[in-house]
């Protein structure tokens, strides 16, 4: 990636739509040539909505936004996220500022290993079973590999097996997993193809029946971790002292871990930056939020899937570790314009970038959350914005959704009722 002329985003929210497509563009993140697909507005044609989906009748549209200010491993990024929440991007941006200020976001990715999964039930003898399984490990993995050899001769494919077996009341199962790289793919097909081409062989090797074959979305073999480090002079907030704001990030962090209640809503703003970036990306985000959340509970409690503590010399350092099975090929990333642009605004990133930008984001959404949750409240920024989705919902138009939602904040009730008034009171005043 080439280097970035970050001022040009300075003061970016201000500008008009046209005016921050600009700035992408004078700033090196958005080239020339994509710009019209922007000012298109990602237009997804016809002819591809029908072919992506059954008894297609129209196309379904969200924002698509840029949080601005992540500094990666070193490297600059605008982070592309479709969302229909008011103030994720917004979060994200300030809380990617703050970080960006104090060395930015470190991440680690795991070598990138999918699970195929093919289970057998009626297995008479299952120590017999399990042992011819390991015994032809090596031509169950050649059968896997024979389904889709294109993998194979890209450098990836199935290259290990575990066998699990699980016993529940009156069924027994027999559990075969294939480990197997996808490489730059997320690779459900590639591998729903192989596990259900192994079926007929492992019915053979177990005399069991084969239930089924498909990947696993449990993907603790594909593990993407940030960190972060911020000093606490840089937390003080609302009159609070830096080292009240870290303690109490510590505390509400703690909380997270031991209360299944507030951890998923503190995994849930964690979730808010992921899946706007999985989203955009063209990845499957049920995927990536099942996956995430059975990581949450893999000791048997649900619990936060971030961590916020304190160092030795007192910073505030925070971790999150998510399973990441996400592509930069496959699906429809090669053919959806959002998709493609998203590509695009983060320089073509392989798989493993893809996953450290995504994992940044969840970091960075979920330090802002909790810094406004300890501090002034998630209200008071939150709902500042909500208030022109309430205008828009009292029915708005044009200039009218900002002079309205400018009254609804300085109104003592923000809700639809008080949004309507003030619009009836505001097009009254234009009549006269
Ligand atoms: P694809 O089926 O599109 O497979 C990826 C394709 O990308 C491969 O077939 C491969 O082509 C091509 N490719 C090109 N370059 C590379 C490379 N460097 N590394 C790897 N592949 C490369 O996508 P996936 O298999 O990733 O499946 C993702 C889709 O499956 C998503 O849309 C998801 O929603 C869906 N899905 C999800 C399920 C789940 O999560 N449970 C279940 C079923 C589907 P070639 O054929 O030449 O090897």
């Not at 090196?28 to 922007?38: A, V």
């Not at 989906?53 to 500094?71: K, M």
């Not at 027994?172 to 480990?179: E, N, P, R």
């Not at 940044?360 to 810094?371: D, K, V």
Request: aromatic share 4%.
């Amino acid at each position: 990636m080439t280097s970035k002329n970050l001022t040009e985003l300075t003061k970016f929210y201000k500008k008009k739509r046209s005016e921050r497509i600009d700035a992408l563009e004078n700033s090196g993140f958005l080239d020339t040539d994509w710009k019209e697909s922007l000012e298109n507005n990602l237009h997804l044609p016809e002819a591809i909505a029908d072919s992506m989906i059954e008894n297609q009748i129209g196309t379904y549209q969200l924002p698509y936004g840029v949080a601005l200010n992540f500094l990666i491993d070193g490297q600059d990024y605008v982070v592309p996220m479709a969302v229909e929440e008011p103030s994720v991007i917004a979060a994200a941006s300030s809380a990617a500022k703050l970080i960006g200020e104090h060395g930015g976001f470190q991440t680690v990715i795991s070598e990138r290993i999918m699970i195929g999964q093919a289970i057998l039930t009626k297995v008479s003898s299952p120590q017999t079973a399990m042992d011819n399984l390991k015994a032809n490990e090596h031509e169950i993995l050649l059968k896997a590999n024979q389904a889709h050899p294109s993998i194979v001769e890209r450098g990836g494919g199935a290259h290990s097996l575990q066998i699990r077996e699980i016993k529940e009341g009156s069924s027994h199962f027999l559990i075969v997993h294939l480990h197997i790289q996808t490489l730059e793919a997320m690779g459900a097909n590639i591998i729903n193809t192989m596990m259900e081409a192994i079926l007929p062989l492992l019915e053979e090797l177990t005399e069991g029946s084969a239930l089924m074959g498909i990947l696993s979305n449990y993907a603790t073999e594909c593990l993407a971790t940030v960190t972060c480090r911020i000093p606490t002079h840089a937390l003080a907030k609302n009159n609070l002292e830096g080292e009240e704001v870290r303690d109490s990030i510590v505390l509400a962090s703690q909380v997270a871990l031991v209360d299944p209640y507030r951890a998923v809503t503190h995994n849930k703003g964690i979730m808010n930056g992921v899946d706007a970036v999985v989203l955009a990306s063209g990845n499957d985000w049920r995927a990536i939020e099942a996956g995430a959340h059975a990581y949450a509970a893999r000791d048997g409690q649900y619990r936060a899937l971030s961590k916020w503590y304190t160092a030795e010399n007192g910073d505030l350092l925070g971790e999150l570790t998510l399973p990441l099975p996400v592509g930069a090929v496959g699906g429809s990333i090669s053919f959806h314009p959002g998709a493609q642009m998203t590509h695009h605004l983060l320089g073509n990133p392989d798989a493993g970038r893809l996953e450290s930008i995504i994992v940044s984001a969840g970091l960075a959404q979920n330090f802002s959350a909790i810094r406004a949750l300890v501090t002034e409240g998630i209200q008071k920024g939150h709902m500042s914005l909500q208030a022109r989705s309430l205008a828009i919902s009292a029915g708005a138009q044009g200039d009218e959704i900002k002079v309205t939602a400018d009254l609804l904040r300085k109104s003592q009730h923000m809700n639809l009722v008080q949004a309507k008034s003030i619009l009836e009171d505001l097009r009254n005043k234009r009549l006269r």
